[in-house]
């Protein structure tokens, strides 16, 4: 028991020293920081179109679709959900949540910009550092840099479908997120790493070896690694797989992988969690929940069991992974600010305003329409 | 500048940005339960803390600027994408530069504010606001405008305030002390019958004691007898009353006002002891001010003082004995009966009585006086109903009056009219070194 709760007090300053780190590359690749630079220096006091701000847009922030729709079909039977057990014994719970938002369009590409927020709790407190927010012109530059590093050999074909702005944006959202996430696993030990989405990879814009790595580290320092998709588009008969726990009114989790990983038969995508969806409070919402494969269905479930001794878990969602996504997201006047500052560090012109919708159609154009 | 449109700022807000209330409950929320840092490599932060204050300033058009001149009128709109917005004193404008008489009222925001006091020649002003905010200050100011530039002032004061507006602070006579005359009636002030007249005294009886009509016929051929036979005196006007053959109700009515007004101590059949009209003109044409203390007075004798004053200007003025008189009334519904707020906007004005009236019961004021007035300075008013009455001044529009009124501190005021051309504008009323004397009384000294 003592010795426990020495090691407790080591990981206490190894994770905290993030609160006075020093060095911002601790935080942040220098490459991304160089890429946004280079990247913005582009623009060249050119004309800047915002994105108009209204608070009707209710989600600002730009989801980056990731996984493909899967429905699966009702020919196997679904086992009851097994109750979650509280584990005794409290260890420090860390979450990463990245957020990514447009913020204007320039002659040449979008402008987006990024933030990442790495948020712990340790006894009983929550703390967090957060970096960017990053601005991003996407063109051929970043392009071209991001083939560049990509280690991965490119195969487009899984998501050309997807515009290539949008896949750069993902690309560079990944290699924050990636980065985040391997830095909490590697400043926490014996405690809980929660991530946002799931733990899927395999993709040109999301290559395996970032996710294998975070996992490795992961284990090395005794963490468990726990990721939540807010949003699935896993169905089972027509209904979102979540549905599956409607008539639990305890704490469960029920063991889909069986069902999943048909689906994905081979390379390059990969599923290097095991898919559950659980339901963490009596009355909570239930959330699809991938865990680290390598650890033993025995081990997940325990981890599950100390996340929710060991994090406030009101609504079925931990706290500590809504923190990240509250302070990773963008409000309407934080992108205002962003643009603000772009006009004044680039010297851009605002263009004025003349939506085609807008004379087309009068005030019968929505406002959301405008991007 | 070639041309540009003048605005005036008359309120600010916090912008009220879209989701603005979300971003800050999130940072009130996340305060308390959450800490850490933030590493914000090209400090876009510091823009968001910015655009968290983002205030608002609304403002109204007052003119235009064209070839450098500035004009209250405008029907033009500039560009609003091609034009740039300009800080400008609108004291610039609104000061008189190369006035003759100029005089500074006080500090804007930024400078000093100096106007002429000819835009107070000819004009009806009001001072209003709430209770000591400043203005019988900001009216002491003006008189003491005037007489330095000769001009004759006439100051009905209610509160014995403007008695020692010739001394300083340390007690000293001012260099105008000689150009200013303090009357108190019963004391410095007593009349002759004959000085007062029939009409004013007869006015007072039915005006302020209610004499009946045919009491008053009475009174007039009492009045006129002794007048014709050349013995107009107090005692020999009691004994006609007394033995005039008429009706005993009659007599009794008349009677009994007439010893109302004896007891005020205002009459006096003394040559000596009579107020000297004639010297008060001479002095009036050389720049002088009256002041009428009428502190303790009793309603009837305020009025009769304040009847007969104004009976007296109207037949000097008629007779272009007295080239104009700068007439400062203090709570003018004390005295001033509701017949003569007409007079003094319309013929007196003509004649040359040029009033400003001082109130903080703005809705004392009839509305016409409001419609008509050339300056008004207002000071901080809150209460509704008061805001309302000072509304219907014309010379500046109901919201920019509110929202600027309402907010202005002690010893400020919004001048609206000629006297800054136009252009309404706030200034900080300037200090005087007199004894103000204008101290509401306490009980507690401490
Ligand atoms: N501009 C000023 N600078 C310095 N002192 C001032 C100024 N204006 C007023 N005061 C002082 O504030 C006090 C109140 O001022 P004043 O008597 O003029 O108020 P008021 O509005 O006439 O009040 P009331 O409604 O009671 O007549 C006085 O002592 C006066 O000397
Ligand atoms: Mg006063």
Redesign the interface.
């Known amino acids: 028991m003592t010795h426990r709760t020495q090691d407790i007090g080591f990981e206490h300053s190894k994770i905290s020293m993030l ?2 780190e020093e060095s ?1 590359n601790i ?2 690749p220098d490459f991304l ?1 160089n890429l ?1 630079s280079e990247s913005m220096r582009t623009l060249g006091g050119g004309f800047f179109e915002p994105r108009e ?3 009707v847009e209710g989600e600002l922030e730009d989801a980056v679709e990731e996984e493909p729709h899967l429905n699966l079909a009702n020919t196997t039977i679904i086992d009851e959900p097994a109750p979650i057990a509280k584990v005794i014994g409290n260890c420090t719970v860390a979450a990463v949540d990245v957020s990514s938002v447009r913020v204007g369009e320039s002659e040449q590409g979008l402008l987006y ?1 990024l933030r990442g927020a790495l ?1 712990w709790r340790e006894g009983l ?11 991003f012109h996407l063109n051929d530059l970043i392009a071209r840099s991001l083939n560049r590093r990509s280690r991965a050999n490119d195969n487009l074909s899984y998501s050309a479908w997807s515009p290539l702005s949008e896949r750069l944006l993902s690309r560079l959202r990944n290699t924050l997120e990636r980065w985040m996430q391997r830095l909490a696993c590697s400043r926490l030990s014996r405690g809980i790493v929660l991530l946002d989405g799931s733990l899927t990879a395999g993709t040109p814009d999301n290559p395996t070896v970032y996710l294998e790595d975070i996992l490795n580290r992961s284990r090395e320092n005794g963490n468990a690694v726990i990721a939540f998709s807010k949003e699935t588009k896993l169905c089972f008969s027509g209904k979102k797989i979540t549905r599956l726990l409607d008539k639990a009114n305890y704490p469960c989790m029920l063991n889909i992988d069986r069902i999943i990983t048909p689906q994905f038969p081979s390379a390059p995508v990969r599923l290097m969690g095991r898919v559950y969806v659980a339901k963490l409070t009596s009355r909570g919402l239930p959330f699809r929940v991938d865990i680290d494969r390598q650890l033993s269905e025995e081990s997940a479930a325990k981890a599950v069991g100390r996340l929710i001794n060991s994090d406030i878990v009101e609504q079925g969602y931990p706290e500590t992974l809504r ?1 990240a996504h ?2 990773s997201t963008f ?4 992108i ?3 643009q ?2 772009l006009s ?2 680039y010297g851009l012109k605002l263009a ?1 305003r003349l939506s085609f919708r807008r004379s087309l159609f009068g005030p019968y154009g929505t406002s959301t329409e405008a991007s | 500048m070639k041309k540009g449109l003048i605005v005036q700022v008359i309120d600010i807000q916090f912008a009220n ?4 209330l ?2 800050i409950l ?1 940072d009130v929320m ?1 305060e308390d ?10 400090n ?2 510091s ?2 803390a ?3 204050d983002t205030k608002i300033l609304i403002c109204k058009i007052r003119g235009a600027i064209e070839d450098g001149k500035a004009k209250t009128e405008t029907s033009w709109l500039p560009s609003r ?1 091609n034009s740039r917005i300009v800080p400008y004193s609108i004291e610039k404008l609104a000061s008189t530069r190369n006035g003759k008489r100029p005089v500074t009222l006080g500090r804007t925001r930024s400078d000093h504010l100096t106007v002429d006091v000819k835009m107070l020649d000819g004009k009806l002003n009001i001072i209003t606001g709430k209770k000591g905010v400043g203005k019988s200050h900001l009216s002491k100011l003006l008189i003491l405008s005037l007489i330095q530039n000769g001009a004759p002032c006439l100051v009905i004061d209610v509160n014995g305030e403007y008695v020692n507006i010739g001394r300083t602070k340390n007690d000293e006579p001012t260099a105008y002390a000689d150009k200013i005359t303090v009357l108190k009636p019963g004391q410095s002030l007593k009349f002759g019958l004959s000085g007062v007249g029939l009409k004013t005294f007869l006015n007072t009886m039915i005006y302020a004691l209610d004499l009946p009509r045919t009491s008053s016929k009475v009174f007039s051929r009492i009045w006129n007898e002794l007048e014709r036979s050349g013995n107009l005196k107090l005692d020999s006007l009691n004994d006609a009353i007394r033995r005039f053959s008429c009706h005993e109700s009659v007599r009794e009515a008349i009677y009994s006002r007439f010893n109302t007004l004896m007891d005020l101590e205002l009459f006096t059949d003394d040559i000596s002891e009579r107020f000297d009209f004639s010297l008060f003109e001479k002095k009036m044409n050389e720049g002088h001010a009256f002041i009428i203390n009428m502190k303790d007075e009793h309603a009837i004798s305020r009025r009769l003082v304040v009847e007969l004053f104004i009976s007296k200007l109207t037949e000097q003025l008629s007779e272009m004995r007295l080239k104009a008189v700068f007439l400062f009334a203090e709570e003018a519904h004390f005295y001033l009966r509701e017949t003569y707020w007409e007079d003094i906007i319309t013929r007196m004005r003509h004649l040359g009585v040029f009033t400003t009236f001082i109130t903080n019961q703005p809705d004392t004021v009839q509305e016409s006086v409001y419609r008509q007035a050339d300056n008004i300075f207002m000071f901080n008013i809150t209460n509704e109903h008061d805001l309302d009455a000072i509304s219907k001044v014309a010379k500046i529009d109901a919201e920019s009056l509110r929202s600027i009124v309402k907010d202005l501190p002690a010893h400020n005021c919004l001048i609206v009219g000629d006297i800054v051309r136009d252009f309404p504008i706030v200034v900080n009323v300037k200090p005087l070194d007199i004894q103000t004397m204008g101290q509401t009384r306490h009980f507690f000294q401490d």
């Open positions: 609160l006075s911002g935080l942040l920081l946004s701000v209204t608070t910009a948020v407190s929550y703390n967090f550092t957060r970096c960017g927010p990053l601005a923190l509250i302070l409000t309407a006047n934080e205002l600010a962003i603000r500052h004044i560090e004025p | 940005l879209p989701g603005i979300e971003d999130r996340t339960t959450i800490q850490g840092c933030d590493y914000d490599p090209f876009i932060s823009q968001i910015v655009l968290k994408t």
